[in-house]
């Protein structure tokens, strides 16, 4: 029997997150409360209304017995008749457990779907997994192929699947009283997750299994709390840099509002539609301007209290999406534009703020002086030799500036090699020892821009003058 291979292409309806947020006091001791529950729930309402996908929260139990169904079951089986009867139109779905929060710029993941049944594979407890395929075969009389065993609290399937997801519930009623006997005493394995696994490998469904980034789990044993303390150039930690959806697993479950509270505390301005990265435009929809990526690691590195009182000189500050980012640093911005039409519209992205200065300026003419900086954004010519130029006077006529270049990747356009030449001529200045390198920025290999040309190396570089 083949159960889930019909689809609806006519992407008729929205998609859905169907996440799971039921708060029961039976269970809250064991979980050190529920806050965790609302940190997730904001979390997965920005990332919904971001992506045009609707947000469905199941925060009441169908069957009030939490014991003989156990919230875990009831997301799954009863997830299509909740949403035929809130009256919701649906084509894809996904449901998502509350130990989790999405990053605030994930990728929309039903676009990478195939329309199809999808996963992440579970590796955390492979003896755990072993033991509850075991320990549940009797009742399935299907050997299951462990290799294809996958995670419950992330799933993404579609109205294709609702046979599937309807046989599954009357399969659990059915057998009640044996699933809780195997879940509390026999057993002791989890609950719907290894059952739902031999649901779908006995009805053949077409499984799509996800990279891990979308369900990052043990995040504290795979030491992703921390970062990069060898080089020391980046803070940001690794499950930040790495996972689009963080679960917060495998440790004492009563510490878990405690961590996903600190978490949030690092993390929640960027799901705040007032934050400045959120109002800005990126790369990924406009080439001209810099990545988010290369913004939030500006504000990082320069956001201290060091560089409050300093200016920062922007050579080719083009429409002022990055020039915005930089006034929320700096005591007072300069952006130099030589494009009158970009610069009306610089002006009118940074109108809330008066600490920059705009000039109408060709920053290669005789005629213009180069302004007093501590910090100089390099962006304007992109000729081996305009850059060099531009080194060369920050050098003889700054105090030892920071210079922070864009497009330095390898090549930044498959047709074209203008980030080559940046990099040599920032390469030959460290070579030189004029400066010194501080760090990468920015977006790296692979990252597609606004006009679809993919990146194939570092886009930016922060260095300092020797």
């Known amino acids: 029997?083949?159960?889930?291979?019909?689809?609806?292409?006519?992407?008729?309806?929205?998609?859905?997150?169907?996440?799971?947020?039921?708060?029961?006091?039976?269970?809250?001791?064991?979980?050190?409360?529920?806050?965790?529950?609302?940190?997730?729930?904001?979390?997965?309402?920005?990332?919904?209304?971001?992506?045009?996908?609707?947000?469905?929260?199941?925060?009441?139990?169908?069957?009030?017995?939490?014991?003989?169904?156990?919230?875990?079951?009831?997301?799954?089986?009863?997830?299509?008749?909740?949403?035929?009867?809130?009256?919701?139109?649906?084509?894809?779905?996904?449901?998502?457990?509350?130990?989790?929060?999405?990053?605030?710029?994930?990728?929309?993941?039903?676009?990478?779907?195939?329309?199809?049944?999808?996963?992440?594979?579970?590796?955390?407890?492979?003896?755990?997994?072993?033991?509850?395929?075991?320990?549940?075969?009797?009742?399935?009389?299907?050997?299951?192929?462990?290799?294809?065993?996958?995670?419950?609290?992330?799933?993404?399937?579609?109205?294709?699947?609702?046979?599937l997801f309807n046989s599954f519930k009357q399969f659990y009623i059915d057998n009640v009283d044996e699933f809780v006997k195997r879940q509390d005493i026999t057993v002791r394995k989890g609950t719907e997750q290894t059952p739902i696994n031999y649901w779908t490998q006995l009805h053949d469904v077409d499984v799509k299994l996800l990279?891990?980034?979308?369900?990052?789990?043990?995040?504290?044993?795979?030491?992703?709390?921390?970062?990069?303390?060898?080089?020391?150039?980046?803070?940001?930690?690794?499950?930040?840099?790495?996972?689009?959806?963080?679960?917060?697993?495998?440790?004492?479950?009563?510490?878990?509002?405690?961590?996903?509270e600190q978490v949030?505390?690092?993390?929640?301005?960027?799901?705040?539609?007032?934050?400045?990265?959120?109002?800005?435009?990126?790369?990924?929809?406009?080439?001209?301007?810099?990545?988010?990526?290369?913004?939030?690691d500006i504000l990082r590195i320069f956001g201290s209290n060091d560089f409050k009182t300093k200016t920062l000189l922007e050579l080719g500050c083009n429409t002022g999406n990055t020039t915005r980012v930089y006034a929320e640093i700096f005591k007072s911005v300069i952006g130099v534009e030589h494009n009158i039409e970009r610069l009306e519209i610089a002006k009118r992205t940074c109108s809330d703020v008066n600490n920059i200065k705009f000039i109408s300026a060709d920053v290669y003419s005789a005629s213009f002086k180069l302004p007093k900086a501590d910090v100089v954004h390099i962006d304007a010519g992109h000729t081996h030799d305009q850059v060099a130029f531009d080194i060369e006077r920050c050098i003889s006529e700054l105090d030892k500036p920071y210079l922070i270049f864009d497009d330095c990747c390898k090549k930044l356009f498959p047709d074209g090699n203008y980030g080559n030449t940046i990099r040599t001529a920032v390469d030959g200045a460290i070579a030189a020892g004029e400066l010194e390198l501080i760090c990468y920025i920015g977006a790296n290999n692979g990252y597609k821009s606004g006009n679809g040309k993919v990146l194939t190396g570092t886009e930016g570089m922060i260095c300092k003058v020797i």
């Open 1 to 163: 029997m083949n159960i889930g291979k019909q689809i609806n292409m006519d992407n008729k309806y929205r998609n859905v997150v169907w996440w799971v947020g039921v708060k029961t006091d039976e269970f809250k001791e064991k979980y050190g409360g529920h806050a965790w529950i609302d940190i997730s729930r904001k979390s997965w309402e920005v990332w919904c209304e971001q992506n045009d996908v609707e947000f469905v929260a199941f925060e009441e139990p169908i069957e009030k017995d939490v014991r003989k169904y156990r919230i875990n079951w009831q997301k799954s089986i009863f997830v299509f008749d909740e949403l035929e009867r809130r009256g919701i139109d649906y084509d894809q779905i996904c449901l998502v457990d509350s130990s989790s929060i999405i990053k605030w710029d994930a990728p929309n993941f039903f676009e990478i779907s195939d329309h199809k049944f999808c996963a992440v594979k579970e590796t955390d407890n492979l003896k755990w997994v072993l033991d509850s395929i075991i320990g549940y075969e009797s009742m399935f009389n299907f050997k299951l192929d462990s290799i294809k065993y996958f995670s419950s609290g992330f799933l993404i399937f579609n109205k294709g699947h609702k046979e």
């Open 211 to 260: 990279p891990p980034t979308w369900k990052l789990t043990h995040i504290h044993r795979k030491e992703m709390f921390g970062h990069n303390w060898q080089l020391n150039e980046d803070k940001t930690p690794f499950f930040i840099k790495y996972g689009y959806v963080w679960f917060f697993t495998g440790f004492d479950k009563g510490e878990r509002s405690k961590i996903m």
């Open 264 to 296: 949030w505390q690092s993390v929640k301005h960027f799901y705040d539609n007032k934050f400045i990265l959120n109002r800005i435009a990126n790369k990924n929809t406009d080439k001209d301007t810099t990545s988010g990526k290369f913004k939030e």
